[in-house]
DNA sequence: GTTAGGG
DNA sequence: CCCTAAC
C-alpha cells in the first residue's frame, strides 16, 4: 500500500516549477519516493487544477521537460490555441482532461481546506525548485501540521492566493492565511511565479528534485476530507467590496440533483491516482502576462463562482480529485436549448444565496417586504487554528464583501420558481398575500451581461441552441480565449469524435457547469480539447459513460409527429398493444431512423395524454379527434387486455366489439 | 436490448 | 425527448 498511496498521493515527481498539474497518477515511478501517511486528499490536485487553468491561457504548448521526458505534460494540446491542457502519463497515455478555463477558473481550484486537526493524513508535496520569493507556491505552500507552531498559511488557498501584488515582490509570509484571499490576484501570483519558474528552466531547466530532502518547497500537507464551513454568515449590510476577497461556497441547493448524482459515488471512480505530471514550457509563459491579469480581473465575478463550483465538489468528494472537470461545460450547459434559456438557474449557475424575506401584507393593494437579510448559507470561512480572532473576522469580511461586490442582481423566486418576468405586477405574479410571501424567496446572482451574438455558434450546432442564459454571464467581462480546439462552440463532430475516455469527464463536466454560470465557453472547448484520458487516470471522473454521452451529444432535435405518423402509430398500436413498441417501431416505422420505439413509444403516451384532455388545452399540430378518439379506444382496450398478450385474449377481445381497439385487435388476431 | 414510467 | 430502473 505504500507504493500505491505514493504513487497516488507521493508528489514526488511532481515538478512544480513546470506546471501544478493535477497528479493523476504518480505510479509506477522509481524516482523520489516518499511515503506518504494518508491519502485523504491532495492538495496537489488542487494544484495542478490551478495549474491547468492557468496553462489554459498559454497559447501554444508544448515543450520537453527538463527534468523527466516522461513526464511531459502538453499544453495547449489541440489546435495550438492555448486552451487545453493535456496531462500525460509517462507512457504517454493521456493523463487527463483537463477542462481549464482560460483564465478565470484557476483559484477556485485552489480554494481548498489543508489544515486539518487531524494530522494523520498528510502529503508531502514537492515544491518548486525555484527560489522561495519567486514562487508562490514555494512560500506558501507550506501546508502545515495543525500541531506545528509554525504553520505557515496552512492553506494551500493562502498560499495560492498570497500576494495581491502583481509583481515580482511577493510577500515572503503568509498572513494569517486568510482564505478568503483566493481572488484573481492570487492568480497572477501564480502566473508569476510560473513565470520565472519557466524562465528557468529556459535558463537551463533548474528542476530540482522534488523529493530532495533538501527541497525546501517538500512539505507536509494535511487535507481535512471534510470541509468545514460557517452556516449562514449574516449580511446585515454590505461594505466595500473587497475584490480579492473570496471564498463564497454555494449552497446545497445550488446543486441540482445531476449535481448531487454525480458526487455521489455512483458516477464516481474514487480512485486518486496521482499522476506525476510535469509541464514543460508551458505555453502559457509565452503569452503576455498583463493582458491575462486584465482578464483576470474582468473576469472576477465570474471566478467567484468557480470557487463555489469547486467547493462544492470537495465538499461531496472526499477523495478530492475534482480537478477533472473544473471550468468543464458540457455542450448543454453551454448551448442549451432555448426552453432553458433563462437565466440560467436552472443550471444551478446563478443562485447563491438566498435572501431571507420577511413578507408583511399590509393593506389590500400593499404587499409589504421586509427583507432582514440576505443570507449566505454556505459561505465557506476556514482559517488556521493559530489565526487570530481578528483574521477570521476579516476573512468573513472579506469574504462576504467579495461575494456582494461582483455585481450582484436579485431575482425573486415564488415556490422555489424563478419569476422572470419583470414586467409583470406583483398581483399578475402571484405575490400578494401572506401565503405567498411565505413561499417567495429573493437570491443573489451575478450580474448578466450581455452576450455577443457572436458567441452562439449557429452553423456548426444548428441543433444545439445556446443557451443565453449561459452565455450571459461569459462575455465581455470574461473574455474567451480560444483554446484552440474550436471556433465556436463545442463542435459536433469534435464531441462526438471524443473518444470515451472524454465523454467519461462528461458528467462531471456537466455537473460543474451545472452549478456554475460563470465559465466562457473556452471552457467547454478546453475540455474538448483535450481528449483522451487514460481511464486509469480517471480517477473521479465519472464513470456513468451513458450520462456522459447524453449530455456531451447534443438532445435530438425536437421533431413532432406529423399527422400521418400519428395515424400509423395508432394503427399499429390497435394490432399490437401498448407493451409491444418494438414492434411497433419495426412494423410502422422501420423506414423512420429518427423515431426510436421509446419514442413510439413516448408519443403514444402523450396521445393518450392529449386525448384526454379538453381540445383547448391541447397544443401542436392539432390531431384530428378520431385519431384520438382511436387512441383512447386502444388504450382502454390494451389496458384490459394487459396489452403484450393480444394473441392470448381472443376471447376477450371478441367480446368487446364496439371500439376501434378491438376491431383492429380483432383483425390482429385473425390475421395470426 | 426492451419496456415502463417519471422527468 | 431524456433518463432509468427493471427485466
Redesign the pocket.
Known sequence: MVVKKRQYYGFNDFHMPQVPRAPRSARGRGLNKIKVEDSQICAFELLASLAGKLLQESESSASSNASEANDQPVIGGGGGGGGGVKFEQDDDRPLKAECLDHGSCGESDFVTQFSSPNSDQKCLLNEFPHAESNSILERSSVITNPNSSKNVGADLKSMICKSKNACENIPGKVEGSLDSRVSCDSYMDIGLSRQKRRERLDNGGLIVDPCSSNDPMKMCMKFPAVINSVNNVELPSCRDPVPSASIPRPPQRIGDRRIR?LLTSKYWKVAPKLKDCEFSKPAFLEGGMNSRYLKRKLSYSRERYQHNTFYKRRKFTDHSVVVTSDGGFSSESVCNSPDKNMTGDKNGAAIMFHGHQAALHSKDSQVKFSIKSFRVPELLIEVPENATVGSLKRSVVEAVSAILGGGLRVGVLLHGKKVRDDSRTLLQTGITSNENLDTLDFSLEPTPVQVPPSLCTEDPLPLLPCDTSQLISRSPTTPIVDSGISDTLPDPAPLTNLDTNIESNRESVSSHADIVTDNTLSDSRALVAVPSVNAEELAMVPL?Q??KR??LVQ?????PFSVSEVEALVHAVEELG??????VKLCSFEDAD??T???L??KW??LVHTAQIAPQQRRGEPVPQDLLDRVLAAHSYWSQHQ??QHGKNQTAILKITDSHAVRNGVEDIHSI
Open positions: 448524482k456513468n451513458k450520462s447524453s449530455e438532445r435530438r432535435t425536437r421533431r401498448t407493451g409491444r413498441w418494438r414492434d429518427h423515431r420505439y421509446v419514442d413509444k413516448d403516451k402523450t396489452g403484450k
